[in-house]
Nanobody
């Protein structure tokens, strides 16, 4: 069992930055593949970024490549999402998720555990 708690969301102007954090419980955090997803009002939840359990591989949605960076600190049981050059279309609730098995496809339905999300609002 893994419990995930996101933080770091808020209101920021377009072009600004935020860093989201996801704190995980459990001693086996380092064995989980971790992802960030977002859900805008009226839209389905979609993939943003992910990192493999050993932080060897990272994956990004095309819309955030070059602007967002995912990283993890296994000693702190925490995964981060550094968000730069934010755009109004990045406005959404951002969720942290964990998956035990390795995958190269990151569909929301494939994840095992979810946090409750943190709201990011980007004003124009």
């Amino acid at each position: 069992q893994v419990q995930l708690v996101e933080s770091g969301g808020g209101l920021v102007q377009a072009g600004g930055s935020l860093r989201l954090s996801c704190a995980a419980s459990g001693r086996t955090f380092s064995r989980y593949n971790m992802g960030w997803f977002c859900q805008a009002p009226g839209k389905e939840r979609e993939f943003v970024a992910a990192t493999s359990w050993g932080d060897r591989y990272t994956y990004y949605a095309d819309s955030v490549k070059g602007r967002f960076t995912i990283s993890r600190d296994n000693a702190k049981n925490t995964v981060y999402l550094q968000m730069n050059v934010l755009k109004p279309e990045d406005t959404a609730v951002y969720y942290c998720a964990a998956r035990a098995d390795y995958t190269t496809t990151w569909a929301p339905g494939d994840m095992d555990y979810w946090g409750k999300g943190t709201l990011v609002t980007v004003s124009s």
